[in-house]
């Protein structure tokens, strides 16, 4: 944490997390059921994987386009994991400038290029345990396991995250749970948003 006061919080919540921790489903709880007091949008990633690879609903790019897209200033914020190429578009940050709020499912390794937006974004960090993890990475069938134990590997081994407005929350039981906390601590923080 950094001393004195926080930055002034700009309207994103990046949101990380390893896969199986349920960072979508977290992110859908709190779409359906948000009551304020601004408008909340989910940004809608591109992604150089194919359209029906399951999972989320994104855009889908070759690595051509998505670097096309890139070179002219088509990227808020863009990463690579996982062998793909992941972007975030500057219109899915548009509503900002109107008062809304926006989640964006982004990277941890991102997080650490301390880019000026993310400077001033809010990060929620979503978890579960280790066998909650395998769990549901081996119920959605499309890892192998030493491909399983890898992403858990990396995930433990991952240094702790500094970050002046944070919040972690562990995914491990009742979707609601994690859902109520993750809306109190942002409905909260938004009060706070000059």
Known sequence: MSSGSPPAFNGVVYVLGPSGAGKDSVL????????????????R???????????????????????????????????AAHGLLYGVRQCELANIANGACVLVNGSRAHLQTNSDLLANSAVLHISASV????????????????????????TTNLPPITHPIYLNITNDGQLADAGLKTSAWLQSLLLTRP
């Open 131 to 154: 066998a909650t993890l395998s769990a549901r990475l081996r119920s959605r069938q499309r890892e192998t396991d030493d491909d399983i134990r890898q992403r858990i590997l990396r």
């Open 45 to 79: 990633r591109t992604i150089t994987r194919p359209a029906d690879a399951g999972g989320e609903n994104h855009e889908s790019v070759d690595t051509t386009s998505f670097l096309n897209i890139q070179h002219q200033g088509g990227f808020a914020m863009h990463w």
């Open 28 to 43: 859908n709880w709190l779409m359906s059921n948000w009551t304020g007091p601004v408008p909340l949008h989910k940004a």
